[in-house]
């Protein structure tokens, strides 16, 4: 094929792997396409995807500052656990991304919600906030919170707002208080974890969309898919399911304006059809597979080292970072060395501080 044929099938090739249609592609003149901005084309047609984790870790230090243990895990863990970022409409999302936007998304497993928090971060250089209801507290987000303020201080950019449904004026007093700066917000609309893969958003309360005509915040639907199995489990994954990946998909905004058009009972119905029509069709959404190194990894450090899963997993998450700082160079030593224990002399307070929210969240 020449080379002026290859740039033409350059949108129908973009078009598969982001599963949008190729009038929603938009290839730049270098040949990089604007709906998938972290990730490559898979060599020989296959359907792997390389997602580069060290440019979302890039944009994460470029915000807070100097390059620590918190981005490279936040890094390795985004490039573990995530396949690909596809925003539909990567014009308007970019002329947006300057003020506050509500993110309205579906609900698959409890990492997805700080990891998609760092990526809105890291597009933007806005804070995230996520509001969550108090009975349904996910722990990802509190081990974020402490581990964010361990590394970067109070002015760390992750923030967590409680939402109580039986009082949800409290929430909009809330957001009004003086010297509250402004930050986007993140909504699992349905407000707990899918039990299985394909089901729909089918519930979304109107206090969120009223507050986003109140102060003018657009809405912008997301949909996470890939992370759970096809049938019900009562199990509520904080991983997507067998460790796998999942895909954030970042819809087209929708402006305040359109909304408070709308007669009021059909502003619910417009934000859920925008979430579920993201990404596959009905009963297409399946689990996307685990890379392999990393579950054998996992694996040694359960087998040989008598690690619990979350801190075999943990390290074998390490293992990935090739170009480590200082702090996590420390930290991979100490693992290899069998010596990553709260009371080892060698451990920096900041890493000594992680394996305690660690064993205190996730033992």
Not at 278 to 289: I, K, V
């Amino acid at each position: 094929m020449s080379q002026t044929n290859q740039i033409q099938a350059l949108p129908e090739q973009f078009a598969r792997f982001a599963r949008l249609s190729s009038a929603d592609i938009v290839v730049d003149a270098a040949g990089a396409c604007q709906n998938l901005p972290f990730n490559h084309l898979p060599e020989n047609d296959t359907q792997e995807f390389s997602l580069d984790w060290k440019l979302v870790r890039g944009l994460l230090v470029k915000h807070t500052g100097m390059h620590r243990f918190f981005h490279d895990l936040l890094g390795a863990l985004f490039g573990t656990f995530v396949s690909r970022v596809v925003v539909q409409n990567p014009e308007s999302f970019t002329n947006l991304s300057s003020r506050p936007l509500m993110y309205l998304a579906n609900h698959q497993t409890g990492l997805e919600s700080p990891l998609f928090m760092t990526l809105s971060y890291c597009m933007t250089g806005l804070p995230v906030q996520a509001i969550a209801k108090p009975d349904h507290l996910n722990a990802w987000l509190t081990f974020l919170l402490a581990f964010a303020e361990d590394s970067l201080g109070s002015g760390h950019p992750f923030r967590l707002m409680l939402f109580d449904r039986l009082n949800p004026l409290e929430l909009i007093e809330n957001l009004k208080k003086p010297g509250k700066p402004e930050a986007s917000m993140l909504v699992h609309v349905e407000g707990t974890r899918s039990s299985a893969a394909n089901q729909p958003v089918t519930r979304i309360s109107s206090i969120f969309l009223d507050m986003a005509i109140e102060k003018d915040m657009p809405l912008v639907p997301v949909r996470f898919v890939g992370g759970l199995p096809g049938q019900p489990s009562e199990e509520r994954f904080d991983f997507p399911f067998k460790n796998g990946k999942q895909d954030y998909l970042i819809g087209t905004p929708i402006m305040p304006e359109e909304l408070k058009k709308l007669p009021y009972g059909q502003r619910p119905r417009l934000v859920m059809e925008r979430i579920n029509n993201l990404g596959p069709g009905a009963g297409e959404d399946t689990p996307l597979p685990p890379n392999q190194n990393f579950i054998g990894t996992t694996r040694f450090f359960m087998e040989m080292l008598k690690l619990p899963q979350m801190q075999a997993m943990l390290f074998a998450i390490l293992q990935t970072i090739d170009d480590p700082c200082e702090e996590t160079a420390q930290l991979i030593k100490a693992v290899q060395a069998g010596k990553a224990g709260l009371t080892s002399p060698d451990m920096p307070p900041v890493l000594k501080n992680f394996l305690g929210h660690l064993k205190a969240k996730f033992s």
